[in-house]
């Protein structure tokens, strides 16, 4: 489930045809993209891709059926755009139009000007639009009169495209989950790490909703990400910050409700959101309190912000990503580390650096490097009974847990050397 949407845009012609492709992600359902076709500017191109969406006929050239469904986002590059369609190889070299493997350029008449636009990726070798500096690998434009089925959405303006790609759509509702896609974790060649699949795409009808009920959260009305959320973006920056630092809190409450009920997923998924209206507000803790940044300002950003990502490890802890607990808590012990340098040690509490420590120590003793979990939890131990304070039971039960697991090693270890050289 994902949470409603504020962004929008307004159709350029309430007569061409609208389409949906609903994401999934792993596991977990991103939402949909709601897509207008502008068949009133570039009739042929929208004609392609409206058909690859109903899915409905067969290629004359491979008799595999032309369509949209199963195909994954095989290229994403942030601040650029998100690149699907090629539904053969998955992987930027395939893809057919209906038409047959390749058509040409209809025209240029719609300019890359805005995020959201839905334009032709070019056929066949590691095709797609090049980034105008850097963001990616360079791929190889395979010039005019290429398209196939391969397309991708611009998630910033991209004038550089012009004259090259055929713009041909736009996003109208779901920019939410081309961001989500925009910013997942990518491995070689700006492919998402966990394969982003169009799990399902039709044609909507006149008058037919484009909301898909089962992805909204009326307890969270917000968009997913800050830039796409209307409402708390205002020529007033006292008003953005005071309702931006209000919305993040409100959305970490509904990620405490969700983890009480046993969805460590959505929890997972509300406080990481909380997490990037916090960072929408780019503070840093080296800056001390001035201007709109009062002191309790600055508390309460560093107060939610920690909390929201020591909630965070626990939810991954609870399951199982091992690796990202070990990030999380180590981003906030450099916050700590850095709020304490810069002698702001009233926007963070003690219990902050032993919970940090606790969860990491967890995620090092569950990944069988019990050395260095040893390392955290003792320390986790030395913060908590500063003062005379009793420590804390739980991390003292995990010690003992660790501290028998090397025990058990170091045993292991002398009786394979006892074999060897007995």
Known sequence: ???????????????????YLDIVQGEIALGRIVLELFTDVVPKTAENFRVLVVGDRVSEVSGKKLSFEGCTFHRVIKDFMIQGGDFTNHNGT???????????????????????LLSMGKHPN???????RGGGKRWVNAGPGTNGSQFFITTAPTPHLDGKHVVFGQVIRGMNVVRRIETTPKGSDDKPITSVVISKCAELQPGESDIDLST???????????EDEGSIHFDDDAKTLATTLEVAGKIKTVGNDKFKKG????????????????N?????????????????????????????????????????????VVSTTTNVLSIISQLESAQ???????????????????ALSKNNEFDEALIDLQNAVKISSAGGAQPDAGIVKEISIVQKAIKDRKEKEKKVYQKMFG
């Open 1 to 19: 489930m994902v949470s409603n949407e504020t962004w929008s845009a307004k159709m350029r012609n309430p007569s061409n045809p609208r389409c």
């Open 94 to 116: 395939g893809g057919e139009s209906i038409y047959g493997e390749k058509f040409e350029d209809e025209n240029f008449i719609v300019k890359h000007e805005k995020p959201g």
């Open 126 to 132: 590691h095709n797609g639009p090049t980034p105008a």
């Open 216 to 226: 909204v959260d009326p307890e969270d009305p917000w968009a997913d990400f800050p």
């Open 263 to 278: 969805e460590s997923k959505l929890a997972l998924e509300k406080w990481s959101k909380a997490v990037r209206y916090l």
């Open 280 to 324: 929408d507000l780019a503070l840093t803790p080296q800056e001390t309190p001035k201007d709109l940044w009062t002191v309790e300002n600055v508390k309460t950003y560093w107060l939610l912000k920690i909390s929201s990502l020591l909630n965070i490890a626990m939810a991954e802890l609870k399951l199982g990503t091992l690796e990202a």
């Open 344 to 362: 702001n040690t009233s926007f963070f509490s003690p219990n902050d650096k032993v919970k940090a420590l606790f969860r990491r120590g967890q």
